[in-house]
């Protein structure tokens, strides 16, 4: 079994295998965005705000205090803000341009598309790039929030609390707070600001962030999340069962809708760790290839499935098939593309993943090694 206790530097693969999860399931959502020919997707994008994204943060939150266990903070950042902005900005002006000229392809040939609901594809700007604008504010802000994390660990083991209490306790005061600020940074400038997505994508992930550095600093809340035994997962099942059935059937909407979604999102990660904790009970090559490669995937999928749907739209008239193909592209181009060039050229690795050829001192292995 993965092992929670891991020390400075050593990974704990089924959270690195969770963490490529998360990021490549994003392909079935993106594939679907612009229609509503299969109902599946609604349900698709609930677990997104719920779960996928939300687990991501709290992982990277997690990874972040690892990190910074064993790097100076200058070097965290140094690190971590070129393995976001560098692809960022090659990656972000590419996808809009090429995103409009399909737009205007397909609005020519309307006919070609009689089932997607083709709007302006390069909209909003950010494009699915938004997660990286929101990453790269937590990751300046995480050496003051990994030291305020570390201190409440400390006075939190003090209390005799059960792990599963304190990370929905916790979620539900986050997510309170979070909101309450930027409800109260909203009224001091002006009241569309907690519309605007990018800030409240801040708002709506800075709790599972937080709890995510918590999580490496607090024993309990690490073997609860990151790997729980069969009677937390049990627990998490009955939380996050309870969860869906109230924002399914009973239409709360405000402050409590957020909180039983952080406390629903949060029992769903603490099942997909108990899941990938048995999955990942070996390393092998390919868990290796698939946890290097999620990165890629999620950065270069979206403009690989537009690229494919607006080539091969006109050909396919079964929309399922053709969003079936849509995915298979979305996955299969990215890992291709990361195979063949990130893994193998150091300059596509630093533009692409923002990596960076590790200093040895030692003779250098035949293949690179690149580091974030």
Same mark, same amino acid.
Request: hydrophobic letters at 60%.
């Given at each position: ?19 490529? !999860?998360?990021?490549?399931?994003? #392909? ?8 509503? *020919?299969?109902?599946?997707?609604? *349900?698709?994008? #609930?677990?997104?705000?719920? !779960? ?10 997690? !990874?972040? =205090? ?12 140094? /690190? ?34 009689? %089932? ?31 030291? &305020? +994390? ?7 083991? %003090? ?11 916790? +979620? ?8 309450? +600020? ?20 801040? =708002? ?70 108990? =899941? ?12 290796? !290839? ?18 494919? &749907? ?33 893994? %193998?050229?150091?300059?596509? =690795? ?7 050829? /590790? ?14």
């Amino acid at each position: 079994m993965t092992q929670t206790n891991a020390s400075p530097g050593e990974r704990i693969h089924s959270a690195d295998l969770l963490r490529a !999860f998360l990021m490549v399931s994003v #392909i079935f959502i993106h594939a679907g965005t612009l229609t509503s *020919a299969i109902p599946a997707l609604v *349900a698709g994008n #609930i677990l997104a705000t719920l !779960f996928v994204m939300m687990g991501f943060f709290l992982l990277s939150g997690f !990874f972040a =205090a690892m990190s910074l266990t064993k790097d100076r903070s200058a070097d965290f950042l140094r /690190k971590r803000l070129v393995s976001v902005l560098v692809p960022l900005a090659v990656l972000l002006p590419t996808n809009v341009v090429a995103l409009w000229a399909i737009d205007a392809y397909a609005r020519a040939r309307a006919e070609a598309f009689p %089932r997607l609901e083709v709007g302006t594809l390069a909209n909003p700007w950010h494009l699915h790039f938004w997660f990286l604008f929101v990453l790269a504010a937590f990751i300046i802000a995480a050496p003051p929030l990994n030291a &305020l +994390a570390e201190w409440a660990a400390r006075t939190l083991q %003090r209390r005799a609390l059960p792990p599963l209490v304190l990370g929905l306790a916790l +979620a539900t005061l986050l997510t309170l707070l979070s909101r309450a +600020a930027l409800k109260v940074l909203a009224a001091a400038t002006w009241p569309s600001l907690d519309e605007t997505w990018l800030v409240l994508a801040v =708002a709506l992930y800075l709790p599972s962030y937080t709890i995510g550095l918590l999580a490496w600093h607090h024993p309990g809340l690490r073997a609860a999340l990151i790997a729980p035994r069969a009677s937390y997962a049990t627990v998490w099942l009955a939380t996050a069962a309870a969860g869906l059935v109230v924002l399914l059937l009973s239409g709360i909407d405000g402050p409590p809708r957020r909180v039983v979604e952080a406390l629903t999102g949060l029992a769903l990660f603490g099942l997909a760790s108990f =899941a990938f904790a048995r999955l990942a009970r070996e390393h092998s090559p390919a868990m290796a !290839f698939v946890i290097d490669a999620a990165y890629t995937v999620y950065l270069v999928h979206f403009l690989c499935v537009w690229l494919f &749907l607006a080539a091969a739209g006109a050909y396919i008239e079964s929309y399922a098939v053709l969003y079936g193909l849509a995915v298979c592209v979305g996955l299969a181009v990215p890992l291709v593309i990361h195979a063949l060039l990130v893994q %193998r050229s150091e300059i596509a =690795a630093f533009l692409l993943n923002g990596r960076r050829r /590790k200093r040895r001192t030692a003779p250098a292995a035949a293949r690179p090694e690149f580091v974030r």
